[in-house]
């Protein structure tokens, strides 16, 4: 055995079997673990091969798709070892591996997670899940810029389950602490999301949370930057809480923030967006560019004449085809003598 080989992780075969590297596990073929399997042995060597930069790829595969089975069918032993033994940390760096097909699974298992609908009022029992969420976010929002369609596809997925299904304050926060940044896509991102967030929260989350000013603080950071986009985008999200809201619920909620950030939210409502104008083409100026583009099709250039007259020197194109010559853009008559000349 060469030293190389001898650094990669042994994994008995009766643990990780041939299916389980299947790097295209569908949710539906996930089948519970069988009872002889002794987890507590089974997940410490699962870390084991997690922490070694050496592991082979398709053994990191086997890992994430046993977690799925076991989210699946035991949350309880998942949430143990997921969260409680961090195994969630190597699955937020396997989004940014260069191994795209551990990145899909990675991505694969977080949409499975952040399918399962969870409430505010059960946060008691899922700090270690936002902890998951908050961490997890700026990575979904770079991959969405990804070249590989399919990565780009996952992250999408695990966003709109994380607005669709987990209703937590903090999602929303992290959504509005995020959106300040240099990344134009990136920002009207996190503002799509945001706005989706706020109506599938509904009334009364705003209501009763009593740290809405937190958000108004962090949207007037976003306005501050004072470009067009963000202007809108600031006035885009005010109006989405007051539509789900109501005005008079949200100007009780705007009593508890400061001075300044009542004057920025009451100057960005009454901004008027000027949306910029689109050029059109003049219907003439199109029959023009439609005409000189069939001409073309017809044109093949045959000889280049000059004419001298009056110290001036013009350039005659003639074509042939339409029994047709042009000279200086100006069509001449196809019984042209110098046409004919040339034919």
């Not at 990191?60 to 033994?85: C, E, H």
Request: include cysteine.
């Amino acid at each position: 055995m060469t030293s190389e080989n001898s650094k990669k992780q042994k994994v008995p075969e009766f643990i990780i079997p041939e299916e389980m590297k299947n790097i295209n596990l569908s949710h539906e073929s996930l089948k519970p673990l069988e009872p002889e399997i002794d987890i507590v042995s089974m997940m410490q060597k699962f870390k084991d091969i997690l922490n070694n930069k050496d592991t082979d790829w398709t053994f990191q595969i086997s890992v994430i798709n046993y977690l799925r089975r076991i989210f699946k069918f035991d949350k309880q032993v998942f949430n143990q070892f997921f969260y409680g033994a961090k195994f969630y940390q190597k699955i937020i760096e396997f989004i940014d591996s260069v191994r795209s097909s551990l990145a899909k699974n990675a991505l694969v298992l977080l949409n499975e997670i952040f399918s399962e609908q969870i409430i505010q009022e059960e946060k008691s029992n899922s700090n270690s899940l936002i902890t998951l969420i908050k961490a997890t976010i700026p990575h979904l929002v770079s991959k969405i810029n990804s070249n590989k369609s399919f990565i780009k596809t996952e992250s999408n997925m695990c966003l709109e389950s994380l607005v669709k299904n987990m209703k937590f304050y903090d999602v929303l926060l992290t959504f509005f602490q995020l959106m300040n940044t240099k990344k134009a896509k990136d920002a009207e991102l996190l503002v799509d999301l945001s706005k989706k967030m706020i109506k599938n929260l509904g009334k009364e989350f705003f209501v009763q949370n009593s740290q809405f000013n937190e958000l108004i603080k962090h949207l007037i950071s976003f306005y501050e930057v004072k470009k067009d986009s963000n202007v809108k985008q600031a006035k885009d999200i005010l109006s989405c809480f007051i539509e789900v809201m109501t005005k008079e619920e949200f100007d009780k909620k705007m009593e508890k923030c400061t001075k300044k950030e009542k004057e920025n939210v009451k100057i960005i409502l009454e901004t008027k967006i000027v949306q910029p104008k689109k050029k059109i083409s003049s219907t003439s100026s199109m029959h023009f560019r439609k005409d000189i583009n069939e001409r073309k099709k017809n044109f093949k250039l045959s000889k280049c004449n000059e004419i001298k007259g009056n110290k001036s020197v013009s350039i005659k194109i003639v074509a042939k085809g339409k029994d047709s010559v042009v000279l200086h853009a100006n069509e001449a008559k196809p019984n042209d003598e110098n046409a004919q000349k040339n034919y």
